[in-house]
C-alpha cells in the first residue's frame, strides 16, 4: 500500500497564537501545501482506487449527537458516496464515547445512532463496501489511546484549536480530559484501521497534522523505526463552511439547520424564517450579504451553479424569490434520500444488523492493530 509522499511541516499551533502577518502567511502556506497534496490525492483515487482499495483506505465518521442536516450531506454524505463508489475502502465511525466530552449525558443516543445508520444508507453507503461501527462497541481501538497518550504533550492538546473551540461552546464548564485527549481519540480512531486518507476541512487539519506526528513518533519511539502505522493524507473538501438559518454558524444545538430528515414542508417553513436582508436585488456578496450569500452558496452547491449564476437569475426577486430557489433546491435534491430513508425506516432490524456487522469487521481490523502494537511493544504476555 502507498500514498502521497511529501514533507510533512511541523504540527502547526493555534493561528490566534501567531503574531500578525506572518503568523497568518504561515497559515495560508501550510494550508496551500495540504491543498496541493489533497488535489495530487484525488487524481490518484480517480485512477487507481478500483485496482487496490486498501491503498486509499479511508476513516471519517459523526457524533451522534442529533439528527444530520443539509450541511453534513453537502460537506461529506455525498462525498462519502461518491469516494465508496470509485472503489475506497471506507470506515465510518459513530463516535458515541465523544458524545460526552462537552456535556453531562449520552442523550437520546440510542435513536441518534439509530438515525445516522438510516442517513448513511439513504445517502447510498453500501454495507458491503463501508464499514460502519460506533466508537464504543470496539474495544481495542481505545485501547490504543493508552500508548498513543504518551507520545503528544499537554501543551499540544491544549492549543488545538478544535478543543479551544468546544470549550469555548461549552457555557464555561471546566475542561474534561475527554475533551482535552479528544485529538488522540481521533488519532485511534484514524490508525486503528491504517487509514491512507481522511476528508478534512480547512479547520481540522491540526487534528490531521497530530494523528500524523502520532504515527511517526510510534514508529519511531516503539516500533524500531518499523512503520506500523502510515501517516494518513487529508483530502480536503471543496465545500465553504456554511451558515445556519439564523446567519450564525450551522449547528444541531442551535436548531438553525434543515435536517435530512425533516419533511419538504418542514424544510419550506426552516427557509422561510431563515434571515435574508431588505435589498430586493440578489447578489452573491459574502461579506457584505453573507446570510444571503449563503442562502445561494447552498442553492449553488445542490443545483451545480455557482453562487453568481444563481444570483442572476433570481435578480430583482427579493428575499421571497430567493427562498423559494433555495427550498425547491433543498426539496428536489432530497427528495430521494428522503424516500429512502422512510423505507428504511420501517426495517429497524435490517438497520440494526448493519451495524452489529459493521461493529464486528471494525473489532477484528481493531483486534489485529492492538496485537502488532502490543507485539512491537515487548507487550505480548
Excluded at 352 to 377: I, K
Aim: proline share 6%; with cysteine.
Amino acid at each position: 500500500m502507498s500514498t502521497v509522499t511529501t514533507t510533512e511541516p511541523p504540527v502547526p499551533t493555534d493561528p490566534s497564537s501567531s503574531a500578525g502577518p506572518a503568523g497568518d502567511a504561515e497559515e495560508s502556506a501550510t494550508y496551500a501545501v495540504s491543498r496541493d497534496r489533497s488535489a495530487v490525492l484525488d487524481a490518484l483515487i480517480d485512477e487507481h482506487a478500483s485496482e487496490d482499495p486498501t491503498r486509499f483506505r479511508m476513516l471519517t465518521g459523526d457524533r451522534p449527537t442529533g439528527p444530520l442536516h443539509i450541511g453534513h450531506y453537502l460537506a461529506s454524505l455525498r462525498n462519502r458516496a461518491r469516494l465508496q463508489d470509485k472503489g475506497v475502502e471506507t470506515f465510518v465511525v459513530i463516535a458515541d464515547y465523544q458524545v460526552i466530552t462537552d456535556r453531562d449525558s449520552v442523550g437520546e443516543i440510542g435513536a441518534n445512532v439509530h438515525g445516522l445508520v438510516l442517513d448513511y444508507l439513504a445517502a447510498g453507503l453500501d454495507p458491503a463496501r463501508t464499514t460502519i461501527f460506533t466508537h464504543s462497541a470496539v474495544p481495542a481501538l481505545n485501547q490504543l489511546m493508552l500508548p498513543f497518550l504518551s507520545l503528544v504533550t499537554d501543551a499540544e492538546l491544549r492549543r488545538n484549536p478544535t478543543v479551544k473551540d468546544e470549550l469555548a461552546l461549552s457555557g464555561g464548564r471546566p475542561l474534561s480530559g475527554l475533551l482535552l485527549t479528544y485529538p488522540v481519540h481521533q488519532a485511534a480512531d484514524i490508525l486503528f484501521c491504517h487509514s491512507r486518507i481522511v476528508p478534512v476541512g480547512r479547520d481540522q487539519l491540526p487534528h490531521l497534522e497530530l494523528t500524523r506526528a502520532i504515527a511517526r513518533r510510534f514508529n519511531t519511539r516503539y516500533a524500531a523505526g518499523q512503520s506500523v502505522f502510515p501517516e494518513p493524507e487529508a483530502l480536503l473538501s471543496e465545500v465553504p463552511l456554511l451558515l445556519g438559518t439564523d446567519g450564525t454558524k450551522m449547528s444541531k444545538s442551535k436548531g438553525n439547520v434543515i435536517n435530512l430528515r425533516d419533511t419538504a414542508d418542514e424544510t419550506a417553513a426552516r427557509i422561510r424564517a431563515a434571515r435574508t436582508d431588505s435589498e430586493r436585488r440578489i447578489t452573491f456578496d459574502p461579506n457584505g450579504r453573507p446570510a444571503v450569500a449563503n442562502l445561494l452558496t447552498i442553492a449553488g452547491l445542490l443545483l451545480d451553479e455557482s453562487p453568481e449564476a444563481v444570483a442572476d437569475r433570481i435578480g430583482d426577486g427579493g428575499a421571497q424569490g430567493l427562498k423559494r430557489v433555495v427550498t425547491e433546491a433543498v426539496n428536489e435534491t432530497l427528495a430521494e434520500h428522503r424516500a429512502r430513508r422512510a423505507d428504511l425506516a420501517r426495517d429497524p432490524a435490517y438497520v440494526t444488523s448493519v451495524l452489529h456487522e459493521g461493529n464486528a469487521r471494525a473489532c477484528e481490523v481493531a483486534d489485529r492493530t492492538l496485537a502488532t502494537v502490543r507485539a512491537v511493544m515487548g507487550m505480548s504476555y
